[in-house]
């Protein structure tokens, strides 16, 4: 073989080990830590004033899609984050959209990130990295500990105390509240459990009108000596009885 068909053989065996190595590299995705936790901070907040009014503020979907776990991951799982990127950043918010800049709606990006249970990283995203990372479904937020003065969610019966107060008795395990993620229609069905809780301001929800009921209640946990206690927030019957 003469030098030059060599040199032409070298050339291509560099060109096909160069791009086998690329190949052979793992795809970034965004469960590997792609934005920093100060930079979801700032995509809240942004989120907030630009699209919880359409989105809801836990991303659950209102007047426009939901943009967490099952619906997020059939809309963009497999594709690049730039797909997404581009998608809020040209038609949102609705009534303005393209209008908050490359900086915030990469903010948001990061947000919602967190929001689907992708962890933090070391660096904040940026937009020339897009293209590098792809989605994949995520995974639920854990919910927060249950701890005192915590706002929860609880199911139980309305049962008269003494001195004119209320309680929540066969009570369930209060659970962390989360926006639509514990309401009327999705604890119909649920078992009572064994806790008896007093409710603070009972007096404020015509009591003596769902004696005996089976209520829904969201509120303040506070916890002391003589028992738990809750502070009302939402209060509406979920069944007649409680048998």
């Known amino acids: 073989m003469n030098l030059k068909k060599r040199s032409v053989v070298l050339a291509a065996l560099v060109v096909a080990a160069a791009s086998f190595a690329a190949h052979a590299q793992p795809a970034r995705t965004v469960a590997d830590g792609v934005y920093?936790?100060?930079?979801a901070g700032r995509g809240a907040a942004a989120y907030e004033s630009a699209c919880s009014g359409c989105h809801r503020a836990d991303l659950g979907g209102g007047t426009g899609p939901a943009l967490k776990q099952q619906r997020f991951a059939q809309e963009y799982a497999g594709k690049d984050l730039r797909t997404f990127f581009t998608k809020i950043a040209t038609t949102m918010p609705r009534n303005m959209p393209a209008s908050l800049g490359d900086e915030a709606y990469l903010d948001i990006v990061a947000h919602v990130l967190k929001e689907n249970?992708?962890?933090?990283?070391?660096?904040?995203?940026?937009?020339?990295?897009?293209?590098?990372?792809?989605?994949?479904?995520g995974r639920p937020k854990p919910l927060p500990v249950v701890?005192?003065?915590?706002?929860?969610?609880?199911?139980?019966?309305?049962t008269p105390g003494p001195r004119h107060t209320w309680r929540l008795t066969r009570a369930t395990d209060p659970t962390a509240a989360v926006p639509s993620a514990a309401t009327p229609s999705t604890t119909v069905a649920q078992p009572l459990g064994s806790q008896t809780i007093h409710l603070v301001d009972a007096a404020a929800y015509a009591p003596d009108a769902h004696r005996g009921q089976k209520i829904y209640v969201r509120g303040l946990l506070i916890r002391l000596a003589d028992g738990p206690r809750m502070t009302i927030s939402a209060f509406e019957t979920v069944s007649p009885t409680c048998e």
């Open 147 to 158: 701890g005192d003065f915590s706002y929860v969610d609880v199911v139980g019966c309305l």
């Open 117 to 137: 249970g992708f962890r933090a990283g070391a660096g904040e995203l940026t937009f020339d990295a897009l293209d590098d990372i792809r989605i994949v479904p």
């Open 36 to 39: 920093t936790d100060a930079q």
